[in-house]
């Protein structure tokens, strides 16, 4: 019988059978880990492998994006504990000024697709964006991939899931995101691996990948693909990683444990409400609901486009006076394309708040947290209780975002 | 290092309700609560186990050494909690038999070289009263052979993959580490 995508890269990793529900030993070709995991994969090496060498120095990095730089000591000693480490085995050090970890290795070519990448960002399958199978993982198992290049994983069973039709802006990727979480929820891909079909997908660009990818971990999935591309995505995804696009694809006898369909005709801009990312309305049923703050930004919406989205909703507009918005751009070269392009001089102008890259807005903390009886709209990909502060947040699209922004209340662009 | 034993035998605890059903999802707060999670040292962990679970909370008073642990499905769901597996090891419990694990509850248990294993068979074996409370049985971990000893007879266990007791025998995942870079 044939393979299903996650089948096939595993296989190419590992000398077991790559079968579903089978545990196997995996190689591995990149091995991260960030400013919140990184202290204790350092204590666990220090512990259990001190004076042995890295099974491959040039395949281990750190990437710092949480609280970049450090606005707590935690965060300071955490990172010099890191960089240290590094220094003394020689490894590469994406620092605080680079940006979100996972976009860093997409951005570096050290996330290929067909290859495998392990780091302790619970978001790390964002990466099946570019057909590379990313896994987040606790510190115990990063410190042993660090020293011996490999992990262990049980093969995952693969959901086949056919996006019917095609949307139109106002909906955008995220859109098409919270739809399908809402459709698949947090049970029907737990423990799976996805692969997405049809044209609403297949003409997504990079920025839109890794938005309905970065969500596959609320649907408590183990990482989702999109087989299918345009030419234009070769080109995008090859300009920028400077490495070759050339993603396995699934056999056509191989097994999937259930296909579903979702109807995507029609798409309105959707809301994950508080206090749970699969909780999701068109906006329809929201419009209105007084918002005191919004965020743009998040591994999940902090790409190029996506804030070139809401630069064109706030063009020529003004942020509402008692609303606060943030914006954090993924990494440093997003950053310097927003420059380039005068898509940071619109949203200051708009009157948003511009950070440097990094996760802040949804890490928490970074710039700022959310107060008690506060509403925030974001761009981001999780609304538990407290992870942002003691505030409410609203999970949407950044035009939605954008929107709202200037409206003071949850609103489409639409409205504008 | 002597050789650590593939097989268990033990007294089973069967974890369930005031109906006589396996509980279900029983999860990490629930096994450690996070109220203890300052707690550092092995040998003060054993006393909370399962001390926030109702019906359970003086389980670490009854169990002795050895014991086996029989619950319902999707046993240790919810967050990422270390002291939810080391609270077993602090009381020298021999073995959790459930029919499934939470996905990290089995990774952390797996990678401390704690023995876990599942079997499809257990829901009805309670039912059924084959397995009750203070039964002997016998495990084979990689035949995948349960016998109960009380009762006489034998039921299915899934045996422990490769991986698994490769990392079982070599006590825990690091050490399995310092043994598969040796030669």
């Given at each position: 019988m044939g393979k299903t995508i996650i089948e096939k890269i595993i296989q190419a990793h590992t000398?077991?059978?790559?079968?579903?529900?089978k545990i196997v030993w995996m190689g591995l070709d990149v091995r991260s880990a960030r400013d919140f995991g990184g202290p204790n994969v350092v204590k666990n090496y220090e512990r259990e492998y001190s004076g042995l060498p890295l099974a491959d120095k040039k395949k281990t990095f750190f990437t710092f994006d949480l609280c970049v730089p450090a606005s707590s000591l935690k965060y300071a000693d955490a990172q010099q504990v890191c960089r240290d480490f590094a220094q003394k085995h020689d490894i590469k050090v994406f620092d605080v000024?680079?940006?979100i970890g996972s976009h860093v290795l997409i951005e570096e070519g050290?996330?290929?697709?067909n290859s495998t990448v392990v780091g302790?960002?619970?978001?790390?399958?964002?990466?099946g964006a570019v057909g590379c199978f990313g896994q987040g993982m606790g510190d115990v198992d990063i410190a042993f991939a660090f020293r011996t290049g490999k992990t262990w994983f049980e093969v995952p069973e693969t959901i086949k899931v056919l996006l019917k039709g095609d949307f139109s802006y106002p909906a955008t990727a995220k859109d098409l995101t919270l739809k399908v979480l809402k459709e698949?929820?947090?049970?029907?891909?737990?423990?799976k691996a996805v692969e997405f079909y049809g044209e609403a997908v297949r003409e997504l660009s990079l920025s839109g990948r890794i938005t309905l990818c970065s969500m596959v971990t609320e649907m408590a999935g183990v990482i989702g693909f999109i087989p299918e591309f345009e030419d234009s995505f070769r080109k995008e995804i090859e300009g920028i990683s400077k490495t070759e696009f050339n993603p396995v694809q699934a056999d056509e006898d191989c097994h999937y444990s259930e296909v579903i369909e979702i109807s995507i005709d029609r798409l309105a801009p959707q809301v994950a409400v508080p206090?749970?990312?699969?909780n999701v309305q068109d906006i329809s049923e929201l419009?209105?609901?007084?918002?005191h703050s919004g965020f743009i930004g998040s591994c999940t919406n902090g790409r190029t486009e996506d804030l070139a989205l809401a630069a064109r909703e706030l063009n020529e507009k003004k942020?509402?006076?008692?609303v606060m918005l943030k914006v954090v751009p993924a990494t440093a070269r997003v950053y310097e394309e927003l420059l380039e392009q005068g898509i940071l001089q619109a949203l200051f102008r708009a009157g948003a708040i511009i950070s440097n890259p990094?996760?802040?807005?949804?890490?928490?903390?970074?710039i700022g947290l959310t107060g008690e009886g506060e509403v925030q709209i974001s761009t981001g990909n999780r609304n538990f209780e407290?992870?942002?502060?003691k505030g409410k947040t609203y999970l949407a699209s950044p035009a939605v975002v954008a929107a709202s922004c200037v409206r003071g209340e949850i609103a489409s662009p639409e409205d504008l | 290092m002597a050789e650590k034993k593939t097989a268990h035998r033990g007294r089973i605890w069967i974890i369930s309700d005031s109906q006589g059903n396996l509980i279900e999802n029983i999860d990490t707060d629930q096994i450690f609560?996070?109220?203890?999670?300052?707690?550092?040292e092995l040998s003060q962990m054993?006393?909370?186990?399962?001390?926030?679970l109702e019906g359970w909370k003086d389980f670490s008073k009854k169990a002795r050494s050895g014991d086996i642990l029989v619950a319902g499905r999707?046993?240790?769901?919810?967050s990422s909690r270390q002291q939810a597996v080391d609270c077993f090891i602090s009381l020298k419990i021999g073995l959790i038999l459930v029919p499934s694990f939470g996905a990290i509850y089995f990774r952390n248990a797996l990678n401390s070289g704690f023995p876990v294993l599942k079997s499809s068979v257990l829901e009805e074996l309670v039912r059924e009263k084959?397995?009750?409370?203070?039964d002997e049985i016998e495990v084979d971990f990689l035949q995948g052979e349960g016998l109960s000893l009380s009762k006489d007879f034998s039921f299915r266990v899934e045996p422990m993959s490769s991986v698994q007791s490769d990392i079982f025998k070599a006590g825990n995942l690091f050490n399995y580490g310092k043994t598969m870079l040796k030669d």
């Open positions: 000398d077991d059978d790559a079968a579903p529900r000024n680079k940006g050290l996330a290929g697709a302790t960002d619970s978001h790390l399958n964002i990466l698949l929820g947090t049970k029907r891909a737990a423990l206090f749970s990312p699969d419009k209105g609901t007084k918002i942020v509402k006076e008692d990094g996760c802040g807005g949804c890490a928490e903390g970074h407290g992870k942002q502060g | 609560h996070n109220a203890f999670l300052h707690i550092t054993g006393q909370y186990a399962l001390g926030n999707n046993f240790g769901a919810g084959k397995l009750e409370t203070g």
